[in-house]
């Protein structure tokens, strides 16, 4: 009989010693207050108003026949139902379309046949749902015997998502019971999509034990008993509260197993199974079996955590996840491996697991990602006499800024819609027009005299970035663009676009472009970087200029030529100057008064002018029309910082009208330096100083995309921003949280030793863990101590140089480790696994755990980590590998536990978790699936009728994060609460939101749309 004990029903697990202390585990259902113990003497027996009884009911369709009348449905009203195929389908090969017209005056019904159900039976029955508009809704009707109708209960389907979600009624069997009917109906003017639906009253017979079969009072009805000599199971008396199942076992080969009666379970979702047991002595347990449709025992089977306390009476309930294709389910209470054990069991049963409890706020800004000046590359232009310098400011979206080059002040703007970004620009010889390179590939023509900003289109179908474009001798503007290496001319006099062949197949990018006469040279990469010479008159005419030392991955990332002398920026970051007379890289141009190789870029030049770099503090001038001996002299020494771009104008700065070379940082400081003034010096004591006059550029900062979210310790959520070293935090105890920047900009100190983009993050202990792009930094926040701006975070794992790896992606934290996976260098296959344990700043390294691919996500559970892959490596890279995976990898023993595709065709694996019940969910763009932890087979799958990635890049594109008895899903479609129990998939947002980074940090999701900063209560 029932022990009163019925609040119990949750997702708690009671873990007992024998004669120990009593502990509680909550599971991610659970309230937080621990249960009561009840006394040792049962409470006096509780009759329900209605007894149940049988049949259950376990009733399934998936609309696979070829009509409605075959798979056992009809349909009344005038609306239309259809069976409809392929995509519409969420299993299988076919669903239901329930559509009613607008002109329609009564809604229409589509029936499931009467299936028998017994009284007072909890029943669970839902139908999977998508593309609803309108109203539609799931009913069930209750009918007794002669047809009368006792009860209805319904539930209407949410409306205008694209993803599968489970509409649930769950009601109680009146008394009088005999049979149901389950229906869709749709109002006037709706439509929707259904399938897969389930019926699922259960009922565990005799789970009190207080019927015995036949004449054995001892024996339990509806129980079987298997057991060895020495072993026994056997009804007793228990005071008031009934009968108890006694189960004693002196054999030491778990010899004795009493199992139930099949119950029905809900497919794919989750059960309680729950119960309450008087330890004697020994240990005894409970393990749930899975049945399908047949009541063929399929292969999950669960243990359930179940000891018993010597001497009082102790309730037990544990949350399990159903597989897929299960229908039933029996419960057996098993005894030990101890000498002997004995134990009494009581109120054995299997109930639909309850609905996530609280309720769902809506989705609200929190705050904006402040911005900074950060730029990618700049030009100058002269405009009735005044230099005029035009950078693009990166940002959401992007802005074309000018200033006016001798005073510092912003004079024009205009926002590029789309891009984050710009990295191609060229101003016309004629210093009338500029062009840019746009996002998705476009081109944008400025005026600068009329301030106008007009899109010319996008340069191919397949351009997604403009990297450079340079000007030909004949009024052409050459771009190259990324991917597939594509190489194009605009002609502005008619605005239309011509493209070339491309670059070798191999060759994804047309990173650099330089043009002499009828030469186009193209810097490329990823793979097999180098110089590619193209003849405009016959493109087909090719040569190759191999780089320096043959490097195997990067770019050549910028291109100028001055006369016979060509300049590159090499893959390591190093200057090479290549004679194209000579054919050699081998000048003395290309090195400093050292002999190393120049690492500050050279100005630019006129045709037949001087151009300019610096090094060991002096300033050097090269005449490329020289003999070697005499091209290049110094000419003054000079303390310049360190600038991005460098070219010569004639302006009148600083009150003198002179030559000046300009040196500009990339966010607002410039400098100019008199170089008119300047002689050709001979090398010696007797240069005189540059004379150098600072500007301050006031362009203004943009907002920026968030790219990465991460949760520090104490409440504390991180933002990084895209486009070069940005990170706010924001503290979520406080009553208006904001975001407040704790570094930004190329001159932070952070931002020196190299803190570029934030890819993710991690907290642990008192550390919190930065990784970032380029180079894979990995920097480390003491929070005990105050943030010192490029001391505190501290640098302590530098993995480009070593291992070829850029973006520490995946990250995750267990038990005193910090683990991080990482996306390659551009060029490179194959990402690494590597974990920090404790306070030490010496990271474990283990490449490629799985062969040839990136890993994007993790999460980790004790000394396991568990990552989710990407067949990419860096960008450039074809992958090798034919689907990206899930793994296991145990960092005790240095070994892969498991590796597995949740499914074919995948380009990323997406993200995962484990859940606070131990459970390993991983989200892909297409489906939701829950993958055992022991061998990673897949348990159960939600699909989310979406599309799969296509054949391309494809790196972390969903998010998951557990919280409130939740899982937050989110892909570019939008974000998602999901109860996994019940298959509910509420949509909190849609559209815009970035969908690699969701996290949940106390009774709120976040998450990023754009430059704003979003969460979602749930109280």
Known sequence: MPRGRRALFGALVVVLALGGAVSYALLHRGSTEPLPLPSATPSPSQVPAVVPTGPAVADSSGFEATSLKAAGWSATGAGAATLVTGDEARTGHRGLRVEVGRGLARPATVSRARVPAGQGLQCDVGAWSRKVTGGQLVTVVFIGSGGRKLATSSQAASTGSDVWSRTTVRSTSPAGTAALEVG????????????????????????????????????????????????????????????????????????????????????????????????????????????????????????????ATSGRWQDWAQTLSVPDGARWATVEVVSGTSAQSAARWDDVDVQPAPAARGEIGAAEAVSALKGYVNTTTSGRIVVGGRPLIYTVVSGFPAELQVADLATGRLVDRHVLPGAPTGWAMVTAPDQRTVYLGGAQGHVLRYDPRARTLKDLGRATHRAEVVFSLAMAPDGRVWGGSYPGGELWALDPRADKFTSIEPLREDREYARSLAIQGSTLYVGTGSVNPSVVTIDLQDPSAREEIALPGTPASGFVTELRIYGRLLAAKLPDGTRGVYDLQRRTWDTPVSKDATGRQLTQSPSEAAPGQPFYYFSNGLLWRVHPDRPDASAKVPVATTTIPPGRDRFVVRATIGGTLSDWLVSYDGSQELVAIDVGALPDGVEGKDLPEARLVPIHLRLDPRPLRIKSLGAGSDGVLWAGGFGGASLSSLDTREPIPSLTPRLGGADSGQALLGFGEVEGLAASGPHEFFGTYTGARIFRFDTRRPWVDGQNPALVAHLGPSYAQDRPLGWASSSGRTYFGTVPRYGRRGGVLGWFVGDSTEPTVVPSPVKDQSIVGLAASGSVVYGTTSRWGGLGAKPVAADAAVFAYDTRTGRTLWTTPPRAGLQSAGSVVVDDAGRLFVLMRSELVELDRADGHVVRRFPLGQAMAGDQPTFADTGLAVGAGRLWAATADGLWAVDPGTGSFVQVAAHDVLPSRVQFLADAAYFPTGKTLMRVLVP
């Open 184 to 307: 869709i109906t749709g109002a006037t003017g709706s439509d929707g999509r259904w399938d897969d639906l389930d019926v699922t009253c259960a009922y565990l017979p005799n789970g009190g034990f207080e019927t015995a079969d036949g004449s054995d009072p001892g024996q339990a009805a509806d129980w079987s008993v298997i057991a060895v000599e020495g072993a026994s199971a056997r009804r007793v008396t228990e005071g008031a509260a009934g009968h108890a199942l006694e189960v004693r076992d002196d054999s030491t080969t778990r010899g004795v197993i009493v199992r139930s009666q099949p119950t029905p379970v809900p497919p794919g979702l989750e059960v309680v199974v729950s119960g309450a047991v008087l330890g004697i002595e020994g240990d005894q347990g409970v393990v749930v079996r899975f049945l399908d449709a047949h009541r063929a025992v399929l292969p999950d089977v669960d243990q359930v955590p179940v000891r």
